[in-house]
C-alpha cells in the first residue's frame, strides 16, 4: 500500500474505535504499531497519565522501545516526560548533543540504538493525557510530512480515548443513580408488607426494618429485599425499642 | 411549545418526574407513569425521538389509553426526547403543544441539545451523592411516587401475591376507576381503602381485571 493510503486507512482505523466501544490499549498498540508501518521512524511508544497523574506505558512497538520508556519513568527524565509536563512536542535531532538535558536517558537510549527522537503531548485544549514518542536510528530531523502525519495520529487517539471515558464516566453514574432508584423502591415495598402485617405506620415500619438491618449489620437495601421475596418475614424483624421523644 | 418536563426512567420503567412547567406536562408524565405508555416511554426504550404531531388525530394508532386522556388534558402534539449520555439511558425528555403540527428542524435539533443538557446535569446531580443513595437535589426536586411502592407492598401483604403483581392490581384498580394511581396508593397507605378480593371492587358492577 502507498504511504498516503497507508496513512488515510490508519485514521479511518482510529476513527472507527470513536463509534465502537473499544479497549484502550488495543487502540494504542495499534497506533503505535502503525507509527512505525505508515511513519520514518524506528520505535513507537505511548505513556497515558494515571488518575493520579503519573505517566505508565501503555503501548509499544518494541521491547526495546518499552524498556526504555520505562527507564524513562524510572530515572524521571526524558522527552516524553517534558512533552506531557509542558505539553509541547519536544524534538531532538541529536541524542548525543543531549547529554545535559537528559543525563540518565540519553545514555539508554544511545544504547538501546536510537540516535533522534520526537515526543508529542496528547492534548485536547487543556488536558494533556499523555505523550506519542517517536525514536529514530538516524540522526537529524523528521520530515515535515512525518510529523504531520504522527500529529494527527495522537490528535485521532487522544479524542478516542477522552470520548472512551466520558462514556464510561456516565454509564458508571447512570449505573448508580438506577442502583439508588431501585434501593428506594425496595425499600418503600418492604415498608408497605412490614406497615400491613404489623398493623403499624410507615414511619413505624421504616424504623422496624433499619434497626433490624443494623442489629444484623445487613444492608438496608439487602433486607427489604429479602422482606419483599419473602426470605425474611415481617414477623421475625426484630423489635426496636419504643421511641421515648418525639 | 406549551409545556415541557423531564422523566426518569430504570428497567424500562418509568420512575418519577424530575420537573414539569405546567398542570398538563405533570398530567402527560403522570399517565405515562401510571400507564406505562406513551412518547417518553417510547423515546427511552427504542432510544429514537418519537414525535406525535396531531395527537387527536394520529397517523397510526397508538397507546391506546394514553391518547384519550392526554388529548382531553388538552395535548394536541406531544414528543419524547431520550436523554443519553454516550450509551447511558437516563430518561426522556417530554415536550407538549395544544395545537397540532410538527416540529420545525430548528427545534427538533434544540430539543436534541436540551435532552443532553439534562441527563447531564441529572448525573452531575447523583455523582456528588453517596453511593447507593439518590442525591438530595433529585429527592427534593422529583416525585418519585413512592406511595406507589408503599402501596403495592401493602397490597402484596393483602393478597399474598408479589409486589409485581400487587402494582398490576393497583394500575388496574386505578384504571377502572378513572383514578390516579398515585390518589388510590395514597388511599390504601391511609387504609381508606384495602384489597381483599372484595373491598377492591367497589363501586359495584365494575369488573376489576384480575393480575
Not at chain 1, 26 to 48: H, Q
Not at chain 1, 61 to 79: C, N, V
Not at chain 2, 175 to 180: I, L, S, T
Amino acid at each position: 500500500m502507498p504511504r498516503e493510503a497507508l496513512f488515510a486507512s490508519t485514521l479511518v482505523e482510529l476513527a472507527d474505535t470513536l463509534v465502537a466501544d473499544f479497549d484502550v490499549v488495543d487502540l494504542l498498540t495499534l497506533l503505535s504499531d502503525r507509527c512505525v508501518e505508515v511513519l520514518d521512524v524506528g520505535a513507537a511508544g505511548i505513556m497515558l497519565a494515571a488518575p493520579d497523574g503519573s505517566l505508565r506505558v501503555m503501548a509499544s512497538s518494541s521491547d526495546t522501545m518499552r524498556l526504555l520508556e520505562l527507564f524513562e519513568l524510572q530515572a524521571q527524565d526524558g522527552p516524553c516526560l517534558d512533552s506531557f509536563r509542558t505539553g509541547e512536542p519536544v524534538v531532538n535531532d541529536d541524542l548525543e548533543g543531549s547529554s545535559d538535558r537528559w543525563p540518565q536517558f540519553s545514555i539508554e537510549a544511545r544504547d538501546a540504538g536510537f540516535r533522534s527522537v520526537l515526543a508529542l503531548p496528547m492534548r485536547l485544549r487543556g488536558a494533556v493525557i499523555g505523550a506519542l514518542n517517536l525514536f529514530n536510528v538516524e540522526l537529524g530531523p523528521m520530515s515535515d510530512s512525518d510529523v504531520v502525519a504522527a500529529r494527527a495520529f495522537a490528535d485521532v487517539a487522544t479524542i478516542a480515548i477522552l470520548q472512551h471515558r466520558a462514556v464510561h464516566e456516565a454509564q458508571l453514574l447512570n449505573d448508580q443513580l438506577a442502583f439508588a432508584l431501585n434501593s428506594r423502591i425496595v425499600i418503600e415495598q418492604a415498608k408497605g408488607i412490614i406497615a400491613e402485617r404489623m398493623k403499624i405506620d410507615m414511619d413505624e415500619a421504616f424504623r422496624a426494618l433499619r434497626y433490624h438491618s443494623r442489629n444484623h449489620n445487613v444492608r438496608l437495601a439487602t433486607l427489604a429485599a429479602e422482606v419483599v421475596d419473602g426470605a425474611v418475614r415481617a414477623g421475625d424483624l426484630d423489635d426496636p425499642p419504643p421511641v421515648t421523644r418525639r | 411549545m406549551t409545556g415541557a418536563g423531564i422523566m426518569l426512567m430504570s428497567g424500562d420503567m418509568p420512575r418519577g418526574s424530575v420537573c414539569s412547567t405546567d398542570g398538563v406536562s405533570r398530567l402527560i408524565e403522570q399517565l405515562q407513569y401510571d400507564l406505562g405508555e406513551g412518547p417518553c416511554v417510547d423515546a427511552y426504550r427504542t432510544n429514537i425521538p418519537v414525535l406525535e404531531p396531531n395527537l387527536a388525530i394520529p397517523a397510526a394508532p397508538r397507546w391506546v389509553a394514553f391518547q384519550a386522556s392526554a388529548v382531553e388534558a388538552g395535548a394536541r402534539g406531544v414528543f419524547g426526547f431520550p436523554m443519553t449520555v454516550g450509551a447511558a439511558r437516563i430518561g426522556a425528555l417530554n415536550l407538549y403543544r395544544d395545537r397540532p403540527g410538527a416540529l420545525t428542524d430548528d427545534q427538533h435539533a434544540d430539543a436534541l441539545v436540551m435532552a443532553e443538557v439534562a441527563a447531564q446535569t441529572v448525573l452531575l446531580l447523583q455523582a456528588d451523592a453517596p453511593p447507593g443513595q439518590l442525591a438530595a437535589e433529585l429527592e427534593a426536586g422529583a416525585d418519585f411516587h413512592f406511595a406507589v411502592h408503599q402501596a403495592a407492598g401493602m397490597v402484596a401483604a393483602q393478597l399474598e401475591i408479589p409486589v409485581a403483581q400487587a402494582l398490576v392490581r393497583l394500575r388496574a384498580h386505578a384504571f377502572g376507576h378513572g383514578r390516579d394511581l398515585v390518589d388510590v396508593a395514597r388511599d390504601v397507605v391511609a387504609r381508606t381503602l384495602r384489597f381483599d378480593n372484595t373491598v377492591d371492587r367497589d363501586p359495584p358492577g365494575e369488573d376489576e381485571p384480575t393480575a
